[in-house]
């Protein structure tokens, strides 16, 4: 069993930065990689970013690329998103999850494991 708690979400206005952290324990070795996903009210969960387990390669939606970073800190099993420059539009409650094999990494299906999810509300 692998456990993620996510933390760092909060309210911004348009144009600020949030860095989120997800610390992740349990049975990790073996695992494939991680991402954050982000689901709106009234919207299907979509892919925001996606990072390999030993934080060599890291893949982003278009939405979001130049401005979110991805990254992780493999002596503390966390894994971050750095956000800036943020727009409304980004609101919405923010996923970490992890693959336990080498599948599609844009695939809320392709994750074995799901954090508890944390808020971002970006005002204009």
């Known amino acids: 069993q692998v456990l993620l708690v996510e933390s760092g979400g909060g309210w911004v206005q348009a144009g600020g930065s949030l860095k989120l952290s997800c610390a992740t324990s349990?049975?990790?070795?073996?695992?494939?990689?991680q991402g954050w996903f982000r689901q709106a009210p009234g919207k299907e969960r979509e892919f925001v970013a996606a990072i390999g387990w030993r934080g060599a390669s890291t893949y982003y939606a278009d939405s979001v690329k130049g401005r979110f970073t991805i990254s992780r800190d493999n002596a503390k099993n966390t894994v971050y998103l750095q956000m800036n420059s943020l727009k409304p539009e980004d609101t919405a409650v923010y996923y970490c999850?992890?693959?336990?094999?080498?599948?599609?990494?844009?695939?809320?299906?392709?994750?074995?494991?799901w954090g508890q999810g944390t808020q971002v509300t970006v005002s204009s």
């Open positions: 349990g049975r990790t070795f073996n695992m494939a990689g």
């Open positions: 999850a992890a693959r336990s094999a080498p599948r599609d990494y844009r695939l809320p299906r392709s994750y074995d494991y």
